[in-house]
């Protein structure tokens, strides 16, 4: 996701109901439009709401987003989640498996589990941004990746490589994340991970698509499960169990208004991005050639948003388990021996158990 900026924080709900937070999991662009929109159009009053919506340029993520491999503290949407600090938090759906392993070393379950809610989009939508004279993953070989630094990403780039032929081995660099698309169009990287109804349309209106071909892992047998995932911790949805199905009734009706009218979608998300969040940067050309190409992928065969099914996440779950990629270590910058190891470790297999 390129960046936009602004303050972080966004307000929307009204001032006098129940309190909910949700954490994006980037600054804010087409695959949220639906909060925007039930903030906005009163979705989320009308049901009793009051909703703060955290962008990725909050300064409660610590860097998570804004600095590459400093060693300094690392907070995510779901560790805000997690923590209590927000209400919802969006992730990719390999990013909540993660989530959820056992901790290396122990048995049953994380202690800090989070549970999936809903799926903002119901196929994927994101692909491999890679540089023009790349022409298929196995080609990847030897290059450089610019990497959100996900505990499963770089294997799953790795096996994406291999499944075309390729040996696998090549360069994860890690940058700050809201600039890892610019470090594909800048030359400073040869690909990256995107969504391809947000940079791939600002490629287009840009001219940078015919740099650049784009890879589906699906394409190469590699299965995804709905994303981004919607999230919440099982003591927010137990103690809060009424407020969750009104934010969910409430924000279903925002993506499909939004599926609807994507147009005037587009216009909500650009004017509550900048009322809300303080975020001028979105363009409405740019977002309504967005909402256009991405809108009908919010919305099941039925019509209706937020749809997870257990037969795609064990497809997706299997492959993982498969693949090998269900192991205890995490990543980390700095590892600690017997507990996590870097980027280049959990591609040469020191994964843990």
Not at 166 to 184: A, I, Q, S
Request: charged fraction near 25%; include cysteine; hydrophobic fraction near 35%.
């Amino acid at each position: 996701m390129a960046p936009a900026g602004g303050g972080g924080g966004c307000g929307g709900g009204g001032g006098g109901g129940a309190p909910v937070v949700v954490a994006l999991d980037w600054t804010p662009n087409t695959n949220h439009t639906g909060f925007f929109v039930a903030a906005r159009r009163g979705m989320y009053a009308k049901r009793g709401l009051a909703v703060e919506i955290i962008s990725a340029a909050d300064a409660r993520y610590k860097g998570s987003y804004t600095s590459g491999g400093d060693g300094g503290k690392y907070v995510t949407p779901c560790d805000l989640a997690s923590a209590g600090e927000a209400t919802f938090a969006l992730n990719s759906p390999e990013g909540v498996v993660g989530w959820n392993l056992p901790a290396c070393g122990a048995s049953g379950r994380r202690e800090r589990t989070l549970t999936t809610v809903a799926a903002l989009c119901q196929r994927n939508t994101s692909a491999v941004a890679a540089r023009k004279d790349i022409t298929r993953p196995r080609e990847l070989d030897g290059k450089r990746y610019a990497s959100y630094a996900a505990r499963f990403e770089g294997r799953i780039i790795q096996r994406l490589i291999q499944a075309d032929g390729g040996t696998g081995d090549y360069e994860e660099c890690v940058e700050p994340m809201l600039g890892l698309w610019n470090t594909v169009l800048k030359g400073e990287a040869d690909a990256t991970w995107v969504f391809t109804c947000w940079e791939g349309v600002q490629a287009e209106m840009s001219g940078d698509d015919q740099k650049l071909n784009y890879f589906v892992l699906e394409d190469f047998g590699i299965p995804r499960a709905c994303s981004p995932c919607l999230v919440a911790a099982p003591a927010t949805l137990d103690a809060r169990a009424d407020d969750v199905r009104a934010f969910l009734a409430a924000t279903a009706e925002g993506y499909e208004w939004a599926a609807a009218h994507p147009e005037e979608a587009a216009r909500e998300l650009v004017e509550g991005a900048r009322e809300l969040c303080g975020d001028d940067s979105l363009d409405l050309e740019m977002c309504v050639r967005s909402q256009r190409k991405l809108g009908p992928a919010y919305l099941d065969g039925h019509g209706k948003w937020g749809r997870q099914t257990s037969e795609r996440w064990n497809a997706y779950l299997d492959w993982l388990d498969k693949e090998g990629l269900l192991t205890t270590y995490a990543n980390s910058r700095q590892p600690v021996k017997g507990q996590s190891a870097t980027l280049d470790g959990l591609r040469a297999g020191d994964v843990g158990e």
